[in-house]
């Protein structure tokens, strides 16, 4: 079974740059999350998504973030115009949805560098 | 504020020793608590998990207790392998928070052979 899978692994680019960020969820399961990892935060809840719909997004740094899920199977995390400060590590994960229990399923991550 | 905490950053243990780490919270309405274990390069991985109706949960050389009364858990890891050297997170959730996961700032274990 494949897992949750995110695109780029690294993204490199420079201040100002549209940054998009891409992650297939594992089959079946009805809640995504995207999470950031930073050396000073730990990982932070940036939005997640039950049924293709946000629910909470909340931990969005600003408006210059933005995520989507136009099915079950893909959603994107975009970033316009980008700065060095939202250099991290960018992780997605899925959940089976149900009641108060089962674990997240996270990607390898997208490490992403703003010059 | 952050809701989970994880005060110690760091821990080294010598290979064959009790690993302890350990986590806060300070939201009453969590009432499930999941531990994971992330490599370098890597995403994190489901390590253990306990609800709040117990206080220990043991899966192989690990065991997570829970204090309800103090809002802490501990993760100990018996005997303590090089392999288990990575930054460990605490996780919280609850039902009425939204079945989101609420993340402390991890503790990177170093295991010394």
């Known amino acids: 079974d494949a897992g949750v899978i995110q695109s780029p692994r690294h993204e490199v680019t420079e201040m100002g740059q549209e940054v998009t960020l891409r992650c297939k969820p594992i089959s079946g399961h009805n809640s995504l999350f995207w999470y950031r990892q930073t050396m000073m935060r730990g990982l932070e809840l940036l939005i997640y998504f039950n049924n293709n719909v946000p629910i909470d997004d909340s931990g969005m740094p600003e408006d210059r973030f933005s995520a989507k899920m136009p099915n079950a199977s893909f959603s994107t995390l975009k970033i316009q115009p980008s700065e060095p400060r939202d250099s991290a590590v960018y992780f997605c994960?899925?959940?089976?949805?149900?009641?108060?229990?089962?674990?997240?399923?996270f990607g390898e991550g997208s490490r992403l560098t703003v010059l | 504020d952050q809701q989970v905490k994880q005060n110690s950053p760091s821990l080294s243990v010598q290979e064959g020793r009790i690993s302890i780490l350990n986590c806060d919270y300070t939201n009453s309405m969590f009432d499930y608590f999941l531990w994971y274990k992330k490599y370098p390069a890597e995403g994190p991985t489901f390590l253990i998990s306990?609800?709040?109706?117990?206080d220990k949960n043991e899966d192989g050389r690990f065991t997570v207790f829970l204090n309800k009364s103090a809002k802490h858990l501990s993760l100990h890891i018996v005997p303590s392998q090089p392999g288990d050297s990575a930054v460990y997170f605490c996780?919280?959730?609850?039902?009425?928070?939204?079945?989101?996961?609420?993340f402390g700032p991890g503790t990177r274990l170093s295991v010394l052979p």
């Open positions: 306990i609800s709040s109706i117990k």
């Open positions: 996780a919280a959730s609850g039902d009425n928070y939204g079945q989101n996961f609420v």
């Open positions: 994960a899925s959940r089976d949805r149900g009641p108060n229990t089962g674990e997240l399923f």
